[in-house]
């Protein structure tokens, strides 16, 4: 009786928590500034480089706006460090280090890249650092991640190893001037090293008591003179020596943090004696009197308490970067967990820089019926959904409905030309649209479902009963549809941590298939004979391959792919199943090792070595031809080396698309149009969208709108002033907009492209804004109307030269005088190419 009336009192609680409690949930980090590196001449070139999600992003105008750099960058492993050449303004010349693919250098600004790794032994790379007198003596250091350092003489071309693997050196920095043979290193220990032969030789030259791991060493730019450098420690601080390396003090009044992850001098610390301070958990530090005192500076600065997340470990702040020219602009950069921050001011004041473009293309999917409708529908990383029914030539957002930009799939029902419906995923939701994706709708379990699964586990928690099934899905990645939908109704969906579900009703109701052993399904292909074989293939990030032939009821995994296949992680949309596979059993599977194919429906496998492509490259993407039983055509994309067809069902392999490769246009989604035999077309996606009309041999870029929502998904690239509210409704395009009703309060965006849209409201009750672009005044707009209308254009203005802008609305807090009210509304923004 006591079992059941707690039963019954869960039952309430339960309730009573669905209906008062919203959902909460954290994010996977992907804004970290894991590398941060300036340009010698920023005065000049105002050239930056970052590492974002293991990717290289260049960019030319301080940080504005962002180009992923692909070409020859082929690495598996993650990128760890960065080191550009002094004389970058003439040589053109950088290093970028890898943790397990060694060395590349590239000679044109980072535009293309190159392996330098002629005598390392071992290729997993910490540290990398550039003689200051590179130009002349071509310097180069590396240190790798498990001990050692190694030296070359000759840009790269060759190494040697001057500093045995003992020692773990994590902090390297050259002396210049008279002293411009000397170089410091300092290890994991709080050891410091010193070399006066340019790094041939080497001596213990001072152990750091009780300050752990060295993090940075900065010189003065007048070492010669001042025999001055700092050394930032992971437990003790910073030190600091004025008599070339005899003692070190510690300096650290009013520096409340003492775990120091890098340091920055100023280039005229002659004069101004000045050095910044970055810290794990606390910003930036100053000291304006040689590291005496310091004050902390952390307006504008953002944390994520995600960092301290076990599964992370990570610096909250992790490179300070100074502009050589900081005596005139003042300029400093803080890379760190929650993205990128610039000061103009010498650190007083930061601003938070987009780094995390809404441009990203994560679906990619083309009408059943494109041949007589030419509709294409993209998601993307931030800016929502897209479709088009001329092949590109005009575009429409379809946010209605949807919680959240941050999507990852898309997909048109089989049956599209009949029921116009469509698919699309974020995190935790899977919406489906009835109407070619003009609105949402969210599908959620059932009230009594979440209800009796949430109370079963309760109940299973005291008791000791088993668990209910989880029915919520969390971090969809993939939807793949049955073939049959028409009659089965059936859909699939691959998630992170998660497993599969499988829903047998459209998408209403999911039910959890497999756990995929905690791993991420980042692939799901159907048999196109599903409704009488029932066979579904998943790649698993980092186990594998899996195979069911009972329609997900029961997976097995594919054990002979080749042990180092096995190993490999497979990624995104890695998997491709021929048209025909009822008849031929072919299976393309595309890892960090290259690309195998079976014809025995997985039972064994072979390499397809691809000497085009390089045999063992990294295959992001396959796509193959809709007719492949008659043309044998299968297209792959290769990390840093491009495009690759093949028409003889993988014997050998062409390169394809050459100029996109040339413009560092990385493409990971390619889809065949579904009357590939007669048109010829081919879609492949990346931060752009481009198209082939002749096999592949030739690509054409795609311009599109790019949406900035009112409040974007982790990252506000609107930036506000005043007091802002947010009004939310299934109409507004991501449910919210903004508004305010006070004067003088302001809303900008910092955008790059020829052209702006406000996309607003009206009613009878809002008022009159001013517009401006680039502090120029436009004009008024009234947002006054009789009836209610939403996702308007209030204001767009075309015509501007491609670059940099901004847009500000300012509230007037005046109306029209037949409205009742002086709100204004914002729900987006709409960027032209």
Avoid at 23 to 43: G, K, N, R
Wanted: hydrophobic share 35%.
């Amino acid at each position: 009786m006591i079992k059941k009336a707690l039963f019954i009192v869960f039952q309430l609680i339960i309730v009573f928590l669905i209906f008062n409690v919203s959902d909460t949930f954290a994010h996977s980090p992907h804004d970290v500034i894991s590398i941060l590196e300036i340009s010698p001449s920023y005065d000049q070139d105002e050239t930056l480089f970052i590492v974002i999600l293991n990717k290289l992003l260049k960019s030319t105008d301080g940080g504005f706006s962002w180009k992923e750099i692909v070409r020859g960058l082929d690495n598996e492993s993650m990128l760890s460090s960065i080191a550009v050449s002094p004389s970058f303004q003439f040589d053109k010349t950088l290093f970028i280090s890898s943790r397990g693919d060694g060395i590349y250098k590239s000679q044109d600004g980072g535009s293309s890249w190159f392996k330098v790794n002629n005598g390392l032994g071992n290729l997993n790379i910490r540290l990398l650092a550039v003689s200051p007198d590179y130009r002349s003596d071509e310097i180069v250091l590396a240190a790798g991640t498990k001990g050692g350092l190694c030296k070359s003489k000759n840009g790269g071309k060759s190494w040697h190893q001057v500093i045995d693997n003992s020692i773990k050196v994590t902090a390297i920095a050259y002396f210049s001037g008279l002293k411009k043979d000397h170089i410091l290193v300092g290890d994991l220990k709080g050891i410091l090293y010193v070399s006066t032969d340019s790094g041939e030789s080497w001596r213990k030259h001072f152990q750091i008591p009780d300050g752990g791991a060295v993090t940075s060493i900065t010189v003065s730019p007048n070492v010669s003179s001042d025999n001055t450098y700092f050394v930032g420690t992971e437990k003790g601080g910073v030190l600091k020596t004025v008599d070339c390396c005899a003692s070190h003090v510690a300096l650290n009044n009013g520096l409340t943090a003492k775990h120091i992850t890098s340091l920055a001098i100023s280039p005229d610390y002659e004069t101004d004696s000045t050095i910044f301070a970055g810290a794990w958990y606390e910003a930036v530090f100053r000291s304006d009197d040689g590291g005496k005192t310091w004050k902390k500076y952390s307006t504008g600065v953002t944390t994520d308490r995600q960092a301290d997340d076990p599964r992370f470990k990570s610096p909250h702040f992790r490179d300070l970067r100074i502009s050589k020219t900081f005596g005139k602009d003042r300029t400093i950069f803080l890379g760190g967990f929650d993205g990128l921050f610039k000061s103009t001011d010498g650190g007083n004041v930061w601003t938070q820089m987009e780094t995390l473009s809404p441009k990203p293309i994560v679906g990619l999917t083309l009408s059943p019926g494109y041949r007589n409708d030419s509709t294409v529908a993209i998601a993307t990383f931030f800016g929502g959904a897209y479709i088009t029914d001329d092949q590109g030539t005009t575009w429409e957002v379809i946010n209605k409905g949807l919680k959240s930009s941050r999507l990852s799939d898309i997909a048109f029902s089989p049956n599209f030309s009949s029921d116009n419906s469509m698919f699309t995923i974020s995190n935790f939701a899977f919406y489906r649209s009835t109407d070619r994706g003009n609105k949402w709708d969210r599908i959620k379990p059932s009230l009594h479902k979440r209800i009796r699964s949430i109370v079963c586990k309760l109940y299973g928690k005291f008791f000791g009963k088993p668990k209910a099934p989880r029915e919520r899905i969390t971090f969809p990645l993939v939807i793949a549809i049955s073939p049959d939908f028409v009659s089965d109704s059936t859909i699939y969906l691959g998630t992170r941590y998660k497993g599969a579900f499988r829903s047998v009703d459209g998408g209403v109701n999911w039910t959890p298939i497999w756990n995929a052993n905690g791993g991420w399904i980042s692939s799901l292909v159907i048999s196109p004979d599903f409704s009488s074989d029932r066979t579904i293939y998943a790649g698993v990030l980092a186990q594998g391959i899996y195979k069911t032939v009972d329609g997900g009821d029961t997976w097995h995994p594919i054990k002979n792919l080749t042990t180092f296949a096995e190993r490999h992680q497979l990624y995104s949309g890695r998997l491709a199943i021929s048209p025909n596979y009822g008849k031929d059993k072919i299976v393309f599977a595309g890892t960090a090792e290259g690309l195998f194919r079976t014809r025995d429906g997985g039972k064994s496998w072979q390499k397809l070595e691809g000497l085009a492509y390089g045999g063992n490259g990294l295959i992001r993407g396959i796509a193959i031809s809709p007719n492949f039983d008659n043309d044998e055509t299968l297209i792959i994309s290769v990390k840093g080396r491009g495009l690759f067809k093949t028409i003889d069902g993988g014997a050998t392999f062409a390169e394809i698309g050459h100029d996109l490769i040339t413009n560092n246009h990385s493409v990971r989604l390619l889809r065949f149009s579904p009357a590939y035999s007669i048109d010829n077309t081919i879609y492949g996606a990346g931060e752009e969208l481009f198209h082939s009309t002749d096999g592949g041999n030739t690509w054409k870029l795609i311009p599109r709108p790019i949406r900035y929502e009112n409040k974007q998904h982790k990252q506000d690239v609107v930036h506000y002033r005043g007091n802002w509210e947010v009004l939310k409704d299934d109409d507004f395009s991501v449910t919210s907009v903004s508004h305010s009703n006070l004067a003088h309060n302001k809303a900008i965006l910092n955008f790059v492209g020829t052209g702006v849209s406000w996309i607003g409201t009206e009613s009878n009750d809002q008022g009159i804004a001013k517009v401006y672009i680039d502090g120029d005044f436009k004009g008024y707009v009234d947002q006054f109307s009789d009836t209610r209308n939403v996702t308007v254009r209030s204001y767009s203005i075309t015509g501007l030269d491609y670059g940099p802008h901004t847009v500000m609305i300012e509230v007037t807090n005046t109306k029209n005088p037949e409205s009742s009210g002086y709100r204004i509304e914002i729900d987006a923004f709409d960027v032209a190419p």
